[in-house]
């Protein structure tokens, strides 16, 4: 196959509970192969789970994404566009390393432990407010988004009540559909205001995630105001939109399987399990990692060549038969753990611990003070984000 004859690559998902076909298709029959991105570049795309791993472990494969043949879909800005500095997410050895290990202590088990009763708080607060107020509700804007956006805003030490302005820029951000220049305005505004959030913190260290970054970077050598900015970006960015969209599919498809939201409300030891398999079910930033060859690497008998672009198909490998059986049905009783919804190797998601107790916190919450909850208005006039880097839903109307 030429370059120029390679099949463009779906964006979309035709069901809300799968990938594309064509995606299920390619790890069926060629799992590494070449593609047309709708950006108009070519890039290579791996569907199949170990391979995956491969590439997010293999240090063959960079995680630069300035680097000018890093896959770009559409709408994406080109490098040196971005107001950022590197984010910790495009950093390769040695740069990388250091810059994790200064924040992963923040995302202990004990430090997110730590974080539980007020994660409930917050939970709690916000189902109060549903039981006293009008039905039906929106449940995106009354619970999934600002429970995530409260935690991570209290978190890093960001101000709540600048909530819709992050957000907003935010969804502009992440929407395909939107162009260079609007997604590169959108960055350069939360810049801004992250900027000035920074300098604050360095004037008058907090108490907080951003704060104790200061103050170690103080007592270490000097602060470096670049680095807290791409972090303070990348953890806001990352920190709610991805939660959020998780607690709106996973309650509607936990409401889709009434047997299934029946078990764990007999037993909410349950509850963990069922989160992974939503996350492996769902793989709701499917297109986040990218990367580029630095040489030729052969996987599976194929060779992708040194300096292509690299993308890896998450939510197909989350669905390989080899690895899970049955993959195609929502089964909160197998052991989903070792899923790629949170990437895998050195650049796996930071928050997955914190991801992952709010995620059990809310779906125990949330159903066992609302027995009766159910949709309010028939399934197919719901609206799912199909132009979203992140998958989500637009709204999901729900009453009791």
């Known amino acids: 196959m030429t370059a120029d004859s390679a099949e463009t690559l779906q964006l979309t998902r035709t069901c809300p509970y799968a990938p594309p076909e064509q995606h299920l298709r390619l790890l069926r029959e060629q799992p590494v192969t070449e593609v047309r991105l709708p950006s108009g570049s070519n890039a290579w795309v791996a569907a199949r789970y170990e391979d995956i791993r491969t590439i997010l472990s293999d240090p063959r494969f960079s995680a630069d994404r300035r680097h000018p043949n890093a896959p770009r879909l559409s709408g994406e800005m080109a490098p040196g566009e971005s107001p950022l500095p590197k984010m910790m997410l495009e950093m390769d050895p040695p740069e990388h390393g250091p810059a994790r290990r200064a924040v992963v202590g ?55 009540e600048e909530h819709d302005f992050f957000q907003t820029h935010s969804a502009q951000l992440l929407n395909r559909a939107a162009t260079p220049q609007e997604r590169q305005h959108a960055a350069f505004e939360l810049v801004v205001y992250l900027d000035k959030l920074i300098r604050a913190k360095e004037e008058d260290p907090t108490d907080d995630l951003l704060g104790r970054q200061v103050v170690k970077q103080r007592e270490s050598g000097e602060v470096d105001h670049g680095a807290l900015l791409s972090l303070a970006f990348l953890l806001l960015l990352a920190g709610h939109e991805t939660t959020a969209n998780m607690i709106s599919l996973g309650t509607y498809m936990l409401l889709r399987h009434p047997e299934t939201l029946a078990a764990l409300r007999a037993d909410p030891s349950k509850t963990p399990g069922a989160v992974e398999e939503l996350l492996r079910h769902f ?75 709010e995620l059990e916190i809310v779906f125990d919450s949330l159903f066992r003070r609302i027995p009766g909850l159910r949709l309010a208005v028939p399934a197919e006039e719901l609206s799912f984000k199909d132009e979203a880097s992140v998958y989500g839903m637009h709204e999901l109307p729900v009453t009791w």
């Open 106 to 160: 923040e995302f202990t088990l004990r430090r997110i432990a730590a974080l539980r009763p007020r994660i409930q708080q917050i939970v709690d607060e916000h189902l109060d407010a549903m039981l006293d107020g009008p039905r039906p509700v929106d449940l995106v804007r009354a619970f999934a988004l600002p429970v995530p956006s409260l935690v991570i805003c209290e978190l890093l030490g960001v101000p709540y």
């Open 283 to 357: 793989t709701i930033a499917e297109f986040a990692i990218a990367r580029v060859a630095t040489e030729d690497v052969e996987l599976g008998g194929t060779v992708i060549p040194a300096g292509a672009g690299v993308l890896t198909l998450a939510n197909a490998g989350n669905r390989d038969p080899e690895v899970f059986a049955d993959p195609e049905a929502f089964d909160i009783e197998r052991d989903a753990r070792s899923h790629l919804a949170f990437g895998y190797g050195p650049h796996q998601c930071l928050g997955q611990n914190l991801a992952r107790v």
